[in-house]
């Protein structure tokens, strides 16, 4: 299960998106109204950046910008890391892990913003994965064979 690809489990249509000329006020609401952690700043149907919880910490509220007047090219997280709908969860785990991410956005093979990963759906995905392997019984970890999915040093 760890092998499944994200397009295998992520939620489809699920993009919130502003343009980087729309407010940090917009975002927020598009954040509250689609129950996100962050939004996608497409201009010309290019990701451009990304703002999250964290952009609007660090980059507003410490600043003390104005939500109404703060476009997001100001305070938005530019060219962000992606991945692609083909990678693998583990993949997708590891990368966050290491670049600390909470948010990764996806995109297809032509290198469309398709879905926007959050930490929610690598969580849901986790527990499905145990939930899967509590059913397999009380099998000894050490009996289990165990597949190299990559990724290590």
């Known amino acids: 299960m760890l ?6 489990f992520i939620r489809p249509g699920r993009l919130p ?15 509250r109204s ?5 939004v996608a700043v497409i201009d010309a149907g290019r990701l451009v950046g990304v703002f999250t919880e964290r ?32 990678d693998c969860i583990s993949y997708a785990i590891n990368k966050m892990a290491v670049g600390g991410f909470r948010n ?8 469309v913003t ?4 959050d930490t929610r759906d690598v969580v849901a995905h986790l527990s499905d994965l145990f939930d899967a392997l509590d059913e397999q019984g009380s099998e000894r970890v050490e ?5 190299d999915i990559g990724g290590g040093a």
């Open 17 to 31: 998106q502003v343009g980087p000329d729309d407010s940090v006020a917009t975002a927020i609401e598009v954040m």
């Open 143 to 147: 009996d289990r064979e165990w597949t």
């Open 55 to 86: 952009d609007f910490l660090n980059r507003v509220t410490a600043e003390r910008r104005p939500i109404a007047g703060t476009a997001m090219r100001e305070v938005m997280t530019p060219d962000p890391v992606t991945l692609g709908v083909d």
């Open 34 to 38: 689609q129950h996100a952690y962050c």
């Open 3 to 8: 092998q499944k690809t994200i397009k295998e």
């Open 104 to 111: 990764v956005p996806i995109v297809d093979a032509d290198g």
């Open 114 to 117: 398709v879905a926007l990963l």
